[in-house]
């Protein structure tokens, strides 16, 4: 590959404090690359006040590092790295994922052979190996956050068969590990920033889809999620998924739906929890 070609993937990871599972997630990102193959890898550290930064300079001084004097959120981080990419794909990645051998290969392979899918997401596995939820669903309209409540309430189910080995398209697919086409960014623009976590990435793959793109879940390639530990060190986590549920309804959808998430959420969050 010559110095200005571009690669085939970029993988950006944002980090705030999770040193130790950014190091093993980086360890698995270069394991799995595959030879030959150039993987472009982002590190966008949010200002952590642990050894993070240190520990990628000495595993890998190749990865590019854009170190922010502030936690910046989940959005506008991921964008920094996506404005420092040139992959003809980009792969959104958590520091507390491992990704197996091949797996990012995986990923590129299944949007080459898939040239109507503006993202796609992988299958999401705890370190038991059990299937993890919502590694994808549906867009959080009035009804199905009806359905999903009373689903919840009277049946103690979920709304996904998050253990399906089907691929299929889906409304989103979850930011831990999400494969997105350079052309389809190119025609929906970044994250939205005035999302500081949660949500981006629903509203990031409704837009794909507006512009006639579909979005993709791929079980066939499975990651390993640890899941949640910058969210438990983050005291703002459970406001900002409320807030961001606000705004999107806000950006989306119109007063009567809005009037509605404002007199059901009490409710709401008391069913789910979050």
């Known amino acids: 590959m010559s110095a200005a070609a571009a690669p085939a993937l970029s993988v950006v990871i944002v980090n705030w404090n999770t040193a130790e599972l950014l190091e093993a997630c980086l360890r698995s990102c270069l394991a799995a690359q595959v030879p030959g193959e150039a993987t472009e890898i982002i590190v966008v550290d949010n200002a952590s006040t642990d050894d993070s930064v240190a520990r990628v300079r000495n595993l890998a001084p190749a990865v590019r590092l854009i170190e922010n004097t502030q936690n910046t959120g989940f959005a506008r981080a991921n964008n920094q790295g996506i404005a420092a990419s040139r992959g003809t794909c980009v792969v959104l990645l958590n520091p507390d994922t491992v990704v197996p051998p091949g797996g990012l290969a995986a990923l590129a392979a299944f949007m080459e052979s898939h040239p109507d899918a503006g993202a796609c997401g992988p ?13 994808f669903g549906n867009d959080p309209t009035p009804a199905y956050l009806l359905r999903r409540a009373t689903n919840r309430l009277l049946r103690g189910q979920p709304m996904h068969d998050w253990d399906t080995t089907e691929v299929q398209s889906v409304d989103w697919v979850a930011g831990t590990c999400l494969c997105v086409r350079r052309t389809a960014m190119e025609e929906v623009g ?6 500081f976590m949660y949500f981006e990435d629903n509203d990031w793959c409704l837009r794909l889809r507006q512009k006639g793109w579909r979005v993709y879940y791929a079980p066939e390639v499975a990651i390993v999620h640890v899941g949640g530990r910058s969210r438990v060190q983050n005291p703002r986590a459970g406001a900002a998924y409320y807030d961001s549920l606000r705004y999107f309804y806000a950006k989306h959808y119109g007063p009567l739906s809005r009037l509605w998430l404002w007199l059901s959420l009490p409710l709401y969050r008391m069913l789910v929890r979050y």
């Open 123 to 135: 299958r999401l596995l705890r370190t038991d190996g059990t299937t993890q939820p919502f590694a």
């Open 190 to 195: 970044l994250l939205d920033e005035a999302m």
